[in-house]
Nanobody, 125 residues
Framework: VQLQASGGGWVQAGGSLRLSCTASGRTFSTNTVGWFRQAPGKEREFVSAIRRSGSTHYSNSVKGRFTISKDNAKNTAYLQMSSLIPEDTAVYYC????????????????????WGQGTQVTVSS
């Protein structure tokens, strides 16, 4: 399984970016797809996930600003990030879960067995 994330870059606070994640060898339609991020010196943390049913979930820090979606026909997932703040600066990783995940497990790194290479997002103040 290969996950290819793209769309990262530099943006000023208040701006927007859209991350994309394309998978080969894994079908997004039957798996939970998500995003984690890791800022310098910090633990990798959950950002968002979209389950097989299409239900979406967000960390409190991004709720209302980020939107996750997926296009099953293209086997591609997206993370639309708006109203970006400097605290959003991190490497963002696309992930695919181990089968169908229950809601309480969405936030755990160990629930995901496929990780992309990461894409850097930098938000300047």
């Amino acid at each position: 399984v290969q996950l290819q994330a793209s769309g990262g870059g530099w943006v000023q606070a208040g701006g927007s970016l859209r991350l994309s994640c394309t998978a080969s060898g894994r079908t997004f339609s039957t798996n939970t797809v998500g995003w984690f991020r890791q800022a310098p010196g910090k633990e990798r943390e959950f950002v968002s996930a979209i389950r097989r049913s299409g239900s979406t979930h967000y960390s409190n820090s991004v709720k209302g600003r980020f939107t996750i979606s997926k296009d099953n026909a293209k086997n591609t997932a997206y993370l639309q990030m708006s109203s970006l703040i400097p605290e959003d600066t991190a490497v963002y990783y696309c992930v695919v879960g181990k089968g169908t995940l229950i809601v309480s497990s969405l936030y755990l790194k160990d629930s995901y067995d496929s990780w992309g290479q990461g894409t850097q997002v930098t938000v300047s103040s």
